[in-house]
């Protein structure tokens, strides 16, 4: 099994920062890509950004320029630094976790991010 477990979110004013961490553990053996989803109420889950494990990117377009992904491959490390958070912004958001030639996710628990106008 797979365990990932969020931190670093919270409560922060329009404008602000913070930056999330997610710790990878467990029957990892072969990472395809690491990324941050968010849920907000009443939506479906989004992606936000990925990261492969030759460091490629993606971000969904409503982060692009203010959210920066990146990873620590030896110690199954993903981050998110998010600058410039909009009330839009608020949700909870989730790491997951690809791996394998089956190509399967494992998920974190949550970590919330409330953004106050």
């Known amino acids: 099994q797979v365990q990932l477990v969020e931190s670093g979110g919270g409560l922060v004013q329009a404008g602000g920062s913070l930056r999330l961490s997610c710790a990878a553990s467990g029957n990892i053996f072969r990472i395809n890509r690491m990324g941050w989803y968010r849920q907000a109420p009443g939506k479906q889950r989004e992606l936000v950004a990925g990261i492969t494990s030759a460091r490629s990117t993606n971000y969904a377009n409503s982060v692009k320029g203010r959210f920066t992904i990146s990873r620590d491959n030896g110690k199954n490390m993903v981050y998110l630094q998010m600058n410039g958070l909009k009330p839009e912004d608020t949700a909870v958001y989730y790491c997951?976790?690809?791996?394998?030639?089956?190509?399967?996710?494992?998920w974190g628990q949550g970590t919330q991010v409330t953004v106050s106008s």
């Open positions: 997951n976790l690809n791996q394998g030639s089956s190509y399967r996710d494992y």
